[in-house]
């Protein structure tokens, strides 16, 4: 469903790509090209300015600035979603930032339900892992131990 949304997005905006990374710089998902970017640097950099964006809101005591555009060769839109992921969509000029905003607008909340029922099977996944693993390390270290 997610993949759903996002691909709506890119038909009707015309994006070239789209990355969604947590507030901590993690790149969680990523469609489109981005052709030879380093998207793990990528992604802490944005989160960097999205939260510098979200500091300087607060020195001015403004509401929190949900959007930022970036303009040049390629324009980037980054819109906070919630406190924890932020959507990236990388452009050419003959794209439109309201057509953007506006498409984004539409789909914030679905594909913020998307996002965290997927981040939280992910979560149970790797906690699920992560309790196998040491139930798989007690036996071992209990079979070593058998014929002492």
Known sequence: MLDTHIQ???????????????SEGQI??????????????????????????SGISQLLHQSQLFD???EGNTNIHMSSLNKKFIIVTFSDKKTYKG?????LDQIRHAILK?????????????HTQELLFEEIQ???IDRLFENL
């Open 114 to 126: 998307e996002l965290e029922k997927e981040s939280e099977n992910k979560i149970l996944s790797r």
């Open 28 to 53: 969680f998902k990523q469609y489109g090209q981005l052709s030879s970017i380093d998207t793990e640097s990528l992604g802490v950099l944005i989160a960097s300015h999205v939260s510098a964006s």
């Open 8 to 22: 709506n997005l890119i038909d009707v905006t015309k994006v070239q790509a789209v990355l969604i990374c947590t």
């Open 99 to 103: 057509l953007i905003k506006f498409e």
């Open 138 to 140: 007690d036996k071992e």
């Open 68 to 70: 930022v555009s970036l």
